[in-house]
C-alpha cells in the first residue's frame, strides 16, 4: 500500500502570483510596531498606573488633564492605531493556525477586520473630539 | 517497492521533558506569547470602548471608570500588567532571535531572562498596584 505524501512546505493552494508579499510586510510590521508598542504601553501603564496615586486617581478629570497637551493624545493615538492593527494581524494567525474550516476561518477573520476598523474610528474620534472646557470651564487649562 | 526497516522511536520517559520539537522553552515561550497576546487584544476591545464614553459626559465615564475600581479589577489589572509585561519582553526576544545567530542559538537562555526581567517589572508593579487599590476613597 502507498500513500503520497506532499512535501512539507505545498500550500493548500495554489499561491495567487501578486507584486506585493504581503506576508512579508505583516512580519516586519509585528516587529517594528512591538518595539514601538513597548514604549507606549510601558509609558502609558508608568503615568496611569504606576506614577501619582495610580488606579485610584483615574477619572474623567485625569483624562483631561493628559490630553490637554497634545503630546499624550498623539501618544494615545498612536497606540490605539499601532496595537489594534497589531493585535488584528495576530489574531488573524491564530485563527489561520487553528480555524480550518474555510467558512469559519473566513467569517472569524471578517470579524476581526470589522472589530479593528470599528475601533480605531470609535477611538481616533474620542481621542480628536475630546475637549474638556464646554463641560467645565473652569479647569484651570481652559483659561 | 524496495523494503526498508527502522528502527521504532524510542518511547519518552516523560512529555515534561519534552520532545525533539515539543516542551522546552521554545514551546513554552510560543504558548505563552499566544495566551497573553489573545487576553491582551480582548482587554484592549473593552478599553477602546470604556474610553468611547469620555466624549459623553464626565459622570458617565467616572461611572465606568469605577467599575475598574474594586478588588476583583484590581487584581485583574495585575494579571494584565503580567500579561504585557511577558508578551513585551519576550516579544524582543523573538525579535533578538530572528535578527542574531547568537540569540538564536541562546533562545533558551534568553527565554530565562526574560522570565528574570519580568519577574523584576512585577515586583515593582504588584506592591505599588496594591497600594493604591488601598488608598481607594469611595
Known amino acids: ?143 | 517497492m524496495s523494503s526498508q526497516t527502522i528502527d521504532a522511536p524510542k518511547p519518552r520517559p516523560s512529555r515534561l521533558g519534552g520532545t525533539l520539537y515539543r516542551g522546552r522553552e521554545g514551546m513554552w515561550s510560543w504558548v505563552l506569547h499566544r495566551i497573553t497576546g489573545v487576553a491582551i487584544f480582548f482587554f484592549l476591545l473593552v478599553h477602546v470602548l470604556d474610553s468611547v464614553v469620555l466624549n459623553i459626559s464626565p459622570e458617565a465615564y467616572n461611572a465606568v471608570i469605577g467599575t475598574y475600581k474594586n478588588t476583583l479589577l484590581g487584581i485583574g489589572e495585575i494579571g494584565l500588567v503580567a500579561a504585557i509585561c511577558f508578551h513585551a519582553i519576550n516579544g524582543l526576544r523573538i525579535i533578538a532571535v530572528d535578527l542574531s545567530a547568537w540569540a538564536a542559538r541562546n533562545q533558551r537562555l534568553l527565554f530565562w531572562i526574560v522570565v528574570i526581567i519580568w519577574a523584576i517589572l512585577l515586583a515593582g508593579f504588584v506592591p505599588t498596584q496594591l497600594y493604591h487599590m488601598s488608598q481607594e476613597v469611595h
Open chain 1, 1 to 143: 500500500m502507498s500513500a503520497t505524501i506532499e512535501s512539507p512546505r505545498t500550500p493548500v493552494s495554489p499561491r495567487k502570483k501578486s507584486r506585493t508579499n504581503w506576508e512579508k510586510w505583516g512580519w516586519i510590521y509585528m516587529r517594528v510596531s512591538g518595539v514601538v508598542l513597548v514604549i507606549l504601553i510601558f509609558g502609558h501603564l508608568f503615568v496611569n498606573l504606576v506614577a501619582g496615586q495610580g488606579i485610584a486617581a483615574i477619572d474623567w478629570a485625569f483624562v483631561a488633564g493628559k490630553w490637554a497637551n497634545p503630546f499624550w493624545r498623539i501618544w494615545d493615538g498612536l497606540m490605539l492605531w499601532l496595537a489594534l492593527i497589531h493585535g488584528g494581524n495576530g489574531m488573524r494567525t491564530l485563527v489561520n493556525d487553528y480555524a480550518h474550516n474555510v467558512t469559519v476561518n473566513r467569517v472569524l477573520k471578517w470579524a476581526i477586520l470589522l472589530a479593528v476598523v470599528i475601533l480605531i474610528i470609535l477611538g481616533t474620534y474620542t481621542v480628536t473630539a475630546f475637549d474638556p472646557c464646554p463641560t467645565d470651564p473652569s479647569l484651570s487649562f481652559c483659561k
